[in-house]
């Protein structure tokens, strides 16, 4: 009985254990409750990948309302990829946190911590099963408010003003998001993608729908943190506790990413419609703006999650960049991108999280040589400095061949050659890691130091080898971005 | 505060009116206007009456801060638990036709139900949003 209710299950049950955490009070249960929830989600990810493999999308009526009515939940390709990406870093986050956690947060505020990650959790997972615009809202403000306050308890007191700041800009992008929905409800009346789909076409010349657009492609890339409104990001990224960086910096912006992909191409049906207002340019420029001046910052940066940070914005400029090229390549570069994304940064920002967990700093001159001391932490992020690059055999690699061959099939060298070009800076700022961790000589905070514990080494070798495999063998999740890409784009009229 | 010899005896003869008016406007929710929300906001309303009227920190022993935080887990157990009930019975999540023996009696009691778990939510967060801007000169960094 419980297979043909997975859709809700997915997003409930984290829902539900976080208020029995918060009545516990206890941060070993919470902790173990987690890991539990994060694990059951991604199995539960996995059996409905499977399930929209063999047997197409599929829809949930919550409350047994039929869907232009009540809210549907819709599983697709896309969702269902997204769902696998983010309850993988979930369910490997969560291993990490637990020991990190314990030094960085006050131990009387563990257990709300962990309250805090379930919530936020739920909101990833439900943004990516809905079916409903206003849904989404929902979801975007349960992920974005938990994460806040997952930001705020960070042990530097500026972590608080980087959490304000990213709740002021995100509160913004949020209700910007919403003004469109509600003028695009004002003229469909409805709110539910597919049915905003069947009847958008028929009032997209009215200025109202522009401005729906403009509001909603505004107020997701405040939360995608593209190039001019990526101010929050930075801050919120270096002062949040280490598990609080690789849980978010590898899942909020990828989930916004998706929600813009689903907007753009599930209920605009795909930006070529938009002679009037020729959004996809203006996408393309900002994405490559992204991609050169973030890594252009990220090169000066002598603290290691800043750089990280940048170069996150960066990365961001690609997923912008293949959805608004418009063809199939070009957005299953954005697709496999949010995957490989999100494997490569939660591997480094875990990476960076081992070393301040033992030399207590994350400055490139504080930790000069801890590689010598900690192998394997120095090897898994040179695995994912890799990967930033986009190296061949690394899966950084995969997104810049889809990318290219998108923008090489419009005949758009000057975006190819701004990737290429994107993946040289980045050679120059990993670089820049490399050479600390291996090269210089060792710094008196790293003297004497041990390798990190095996409760943190682990999810990190996992990290490294799905970062080595899908880059060596990408196949399987460049024919599922291929696929998910096409039922995209093939829905557009 | 004992000056206020009038303000008193009149809260204390409204606070239970208020309650009172709360529950009104939660159990006529389903029929009409009210609900889980606006009761909840009433009933959080009698509890700042009087804190304002007798002291946060007399209030707070009216309504401690661990009871409180466990209602409001409770509310959101008891929403998503009316859902788990539909799920039993065989109905989609929160589909409350099946909680009954017929449907409009299920819809009835479901909507009820999850009433209750939004009253308790969001009375149990006013009366803590109030308490943490009131008592933060009392005892900052208690719950």
Redesign the interface.
């Known amino acids: 009985m419980i297979t043909p ?1 997975l859709p ?1 299950l997915e997003v ?1 049950l984290p ?2 254990s ?3 955490c ?2 516990l009070r206890s941060a070993v249960v919470a902790w173990w409750m987690a890991v539990a929830l994060t694990w059951a989600a991604f199995a539960g990810a996995l059996m409905l990948l499977g399930e929209v493999l063999n047997a197409g999308p599929i829809t ?5 309302w039929a869907a232009p009515w009540g809210i549907e939940y819709r599983i697709d390709l896309l969702s269902a990829f997204v769902l696998v990406t983010v309850t993988a870093i979930g369910s490997l986050a969560i291993l990490f946190a637990r020991a990190p956690v314990a030094r960085e947060i006050p131990a009387d505020r563990v257990y709300l911590f962990y309250v805090m990650y379930l919530l936020s959790f739920t909101g990833l997972l439900g943004i990516a099963v809905t079916g409903d615009a206003f849904n989404l809202f929902v979801f975007l403000e349960i992920t974005s408010l938990s994460a806040y306050v997952l930001i705020s308890l960070g042990s530097d007191r500026r972590a608080l003003t980087a959490a304000f700041r990213y709740l002021i800009m995100g509160t913004i992008g949020a209700t910007f998001y919403i003004i469109g929905v509600g003028m695009m409800y004002m003229m469909t009346g409805t709110l539910n993608m597919a049915d905003l789909a069947a009847r958008l076409p028929g009032v997209l010349h009215l200025r109202t729908i522009d401005m729906a657009l403009a509001f909603i492609t505004v107020g997701l890339s405040l939360k995608l943190a593209v190039f001019p409104l990526h101010f929050w990001l930075p801050n919120a990224y270096t002062h949040a506790p280490s598990a609080v960086s690789v849980f978010l910096a590898a899942t909020s912006t990828k989930i916004a990413a998706y929600a813009l992909i689903r907007i753009i191409y599930t209920v605009f049906g795909g930006p070529a419609v938009f002679a009037p207002m020729p959004i996809d340019e203006m996408l393309l420029g900002f994405g490559m703006l992204s991609m050169i001046a973030a890594s252009l910052v990220a090169m000066f940066q002598d603290n290691m999650k800043r750089l990280l940070a940048y170069s996150s914005i960066s990365q961001i400029g690609y997923m912008v960049v293949g959805l608004s090229l418009g063809n199939v390549e070009g957005l299953a570069a954005s697709i496999v991108h949010i995957f490989n994304h999100a494997m490569m940064k939660a591997l480094l920002f875990m990476a960076v999280g081992c070393v301040f967990y033992r030399v207590g700093s994350v400055r490139l001159a504080d930790i000069a040589g801890f590689a010598r001391r900690m192998p394997i932490t120095g090897a898994a992020l040179l695995v994912g400095g890799f990967s930033l690059i986009g190296t061949p055999l690394s899966i950084g690699f995969v997104t810049k061949w889809f990318l290219l061959e998108g923008a090489l099939e419009k005949g758009w060298w000057p975006v190819a050659a701004i990737v290429i070009l994107s993946g040289l800076l980045a050679l120059v700022y990993v670089w820049r890691i490399v050479e600390a961790a291996y090269f210089r000589a060792p710094a008196p905070a790293v003297e004497g130091i041990r390798e990190a514990p095996a409760i943190m080494l682990a999810p990190l070798l996992i990290l490294a080898a799905i970062n080595i495999f899908f880059g060596i063998d990408g196949t399987l999740t460049g024919d599922l971005s291929i696929a998910a890409a096409q039922a995209l784009v093939g829905t557009s009229p | 505060m004992n000056r206020f010899a009038i303000l008193r005896v009149v809260a204390k003869l409204l606070i239970p009116a208020i309650m009172l008016f709360a529950l009104y406007v939660q159990f006529h929710g389903d029929f009409g206007p009210g609900g889980g929300f606006q009761a909840g906001v009433i009933f959080a309303s009698a509890f700042i009456l009087y804190a304002l009227l007798f002291g946060v920190v007399t209030a707070r022993k009216v309504a401690p801060p661990r009871l409180i ?2 209602t ?3 509310g ?2 008891v929403y ?2 009316t ?2 009930a ?2 039993l019975r065989g ?7 099946v909680l009954a023996h017929d449907a409009v009696h299920g819809q009835h009691l479901g909507i009820s139900l999850i009433e209750f778990g939004v009253f308790m939510t969001v009375s149990s967060a006013m009366i803590t949003i109030f308490f943490v801007f009131a008592g933060q000169d009392v005892d900052e960094g208690q719950d």
Not at chain 1, 60 to 64: F, I
């Open positions: 209710h809700i409930v829902l539900v976080a208020p029995i918060l009545i949930y009526a919550l409350g047994g | 935080n466990t409001l887990a409770l959101v157990l998503a638990g859902g788990f539909a799920l109905g989609q999540y929160l589909d409350y036709s």
